[in-house]
């Protein structure tokens, strides 16, 4: 592996370990060395190699090897055990790992009775224990499998067949079909076959994703607008702080709140289901957003049609 400056001359080189040494899947994540700066994480060969390594300068942060694997893709995930580091899963490897992006260590690993993960997204809280899921396609038998994000425990099990010819290949996430605040999903073989499957039901919260941390404060459109009944509010944080979201009627009246201290930096995801504080459905109509962080605010305009 190599690295190119801004005017794409050789900057640094990293030589991976062993032979069979090409990288499947590379992943910037935030700074796990204390430097101030993004790491590269990588997973490559046929023996579920994976490495962190220093953005600016190739260095080695840590190294590690979860056995045998073929291909794979590097999803992040949200920080399971608080520690402050992105946590991370991967397509590849015959059993199914969630691993802390510091060290590298592994939180949990779940076999299968399958071999190799030919897929993984990362999906919303499917079972109501408010930490996300994740969906897995593995390849004999062929399977779309959702995981309980928490513990690895199985939540669900499809199977396409048990012939290499029916191997389950990709599943992704879709947004909210069913109009709740879960996310659906989708599976597809080699077969040709693709199957939705619903998300579950979902409360209404906010989840910090886990991908680079923003550089500005900003509050997007909500989507879908308008909408009936649900909606999600997008925001992003550069830095920590006491989120507020307060939705008023077009009289000025407050209709809902919601209130997060020390809210982390990230990208936010806010969902109102159009009820009130007590949980009543609101009316049609034009409401407003108000969001605030520290100094920072902004407003939006949506409409809510039944």
């Keep these: ?12 080189s990293y030589t991976l370990a062993g032979s069979l040494n090409a990288p499947w899947s590379l992943r910037e994540i935030p700074d796990v060395n204390g430097d101030g700066t993004p790491e590269i994480l990588g997973l490559y060969g046929f023996n579920g190699g994976l490495f962190a390594i220093t953005e600016d300068a190739g260095i080695p942060v840590w190294t590690a090897s ?21 946590d991370f899963a991967l397509s590849g490897p015959q059993v199914f790992y969630r691993l802390d992006s510091y060290l590298g260590n592994v939180l949990w690993s779940v076999p299968l ?21 994740i969906a897995v396609a593995t390849q004999q038998p062929g399977k779309i ?10 939540l669900s099990e499809y199977v396409f067949g048990t ?11 879709l947004s909210s079909i069913d109009g709740n605040a879960s996310t659906e999903f989708v599976g597809g073989n080699r077969e040709g076959r693709v199957i939705c499957f619903s998300g579950g039901q979902n409360t209404v919260g906010v989840e910090p994703e886990p991908a680079s941390i923003p550089t500005e404060f900003s509050v997007s459109q909500n989507y879908p607008n308008p909408f009936n009944p649900t909606t999600t509010i997008e925001i992003d944080l550069p830095v920590q702080g006491n989120l507020t979201v307060k939705v008023f009627d077009v009289l000025g009246r407050e209709v809902r709140s919601f209130d997060y201290e020390k809210a982390s930096a990230g990208v936010h995801k806010i969902v109102w ?9 609101v009316a049609s109509g034009v409401y407003f957003y108000h969001v605030r962080v520290g100094e920072k605010t902004a407003v939006r305009r949506m409409l809510m049609l039944k």
Excluded: H, P
């Design 1 to 12: 592996m190599v690295g190119f400056d801004t005017l794409g001359q050789l900057s640094w």
């Design 113 to 133: 009775n399958s071999s190799y993960v030919r897929g993984i997204d990362y999906l919303s809280d499917v079972n109501g224990d408010n930490i996300r899921d």
């Design 163 to 173: 012939s290499i010819s029916q191997r389950g290949d990709r599943v992704a996430r």
């Design 145 to 154: 499998i959702v995981l309980n994000g928490a513990n690895g425990t199985m």
């Design 66 to 86: 979860l056995g045998a694997s073929n291909g794979g893709k590097i999803v992040l995930l949200n920080d399971l055990n608080n520690n402050g580091y992105v």
């Design 273 to 281: 289901d159009g009820t009130n504080q007590r949980g009543m459905s």
